[in-house]
């Protein structure tokens, strides 16, 4: 069984060492120059490639040079986890027993590229890892494996991909293997009036709005913790707020929503529109990650401030 691995994340880190033995080659989206120094650096994906020494086609798009080669590669199987692009039916058609792809919620509940930091943000109390044969439409193709996660309380965006990405990589080796010996099945269709889609997460929806309940800012603060981290405004500075906990309700003594009436050893008590959210871990613009009762004790004149 010859396996064509495409990833981009460290999501797909641990599935491709799971699958080692049976992958020739290695398919990743082409990292971007960033940073001051505008620099080009390997991501997670490419990095673990070159420690398991297998060869790495990196691709802006099927559209240029680097992909228009991937037809002579000649897999049996095409396996994508977390890969970023849609793969075009040119080359799904290319793997003698189809492709598949892991994808990370209750499939066809929350399709697209950011379903667990949704999950999160809209409260969901369990997801799944879904496991779909592809087809042309994106995470459309009939599902071959499903099996549901519980979220527990206090999960965030990061520790909830590490944890489905250790399973993923668990699950994927037997199902790789039914296929190798019995072919690909069919799987079960799924139904396109149940479908929910997952927007892209962009920057300024890490803002947070004081207006709406802790509850939704706390959700906010633990679906966005990678990126692009939860943030609010202090001074004309943004300040990254990457972990929180929700204070029993109780009277803020009228304080508008985020007011910081206090610093306790707890962390920063901001005024929410139900009652105060206590903001543990931040990052002020410019500066070092730090606790936030470190940084309350450094912010002269904090309590009273109003965020924005």
Not at 19 to 47: C, M, N, S
Not at 238 to 250: D, N, W
């Amino acid at each position: 069984m010859k396996i064509v691995y495409f990833g981009s994340s460290a999501f797909s880190v641990p599935s491709m060492y799971a699958l080692r033995d049976l992958i020739t080659h290695v398919v990743t989206k082409k990292a971007k120059p960033k940073g001051r120094g505008y620099v080009t650096e390997a991501g997670e994906v490419k990095r673990a490639a070159v420690d398991l020494q297998l060869p790495v086609i990196e691709i802006e798009s099927f559209r240029d040079e680097a992909s228009q080669g991937l037809r002579d590669l000649a897999p049996d199987l095409v396996v994508v986890v977390s890969f970023g692009l849609i793969i075009p039916k040119w080359f799904l058609d290319v793997p003698l027993r189809g492709a598949i792809n892991v994808h990370p919620s209750a499939l066809p509940k929350y399709r697209g590229p950011s379903p667990m930091q949704w999950a999160i943000w809209n409260g969901e109390t369990e997801t799944a890892i879904s496991i779909i044969r592809m087809n042309e439409r994106m995470d459309a193709g009939n599902v071959l494996f499903q099996e549901t996660v519980p979220l527990d309380k206090e999960e965030d965006s990061r520790t909830l991909s590490e944890r489905l990405a250790v399973r993923s990589a668990e699950i994927l080796p037997g199902l790789v293997k039914d296929i190798e010996e019995k072919g690909i099945e069919d799987g079960a269709a799924q139904d396109d009036s149940l479908a929910t889609y997952t927007p892209i997460i962009k920057k300024e929806m890490g803002l947070i709005d004081w207006h709406c309940s802790s509850t939704e800012i706390l959700r906010q603060i633990r679906a966005l913790v990678d990126w692009p981290t939860a943030y609010t405004i202090l001074d004309g500075k943004l300040l990254k707020l990457y972990r929180g906990s929700i204070r029993e309700a109780q009277a803020v003594g009228g304080a508008e929503p985020g007011t910081v009436v206090g610093v306790t050893k707890a962390g920063m008590d901001v005024a929410t529109l139900d009652g105060l959210l206590t903001v543990s871990e931040v990052q002020l613009e410019n500066k070092k990650k730090m606790s936030a009762v470190d940084f309350g004790r450094g912010y002269r004149g904090l309590v009273g401030r109003r965020l924005q």
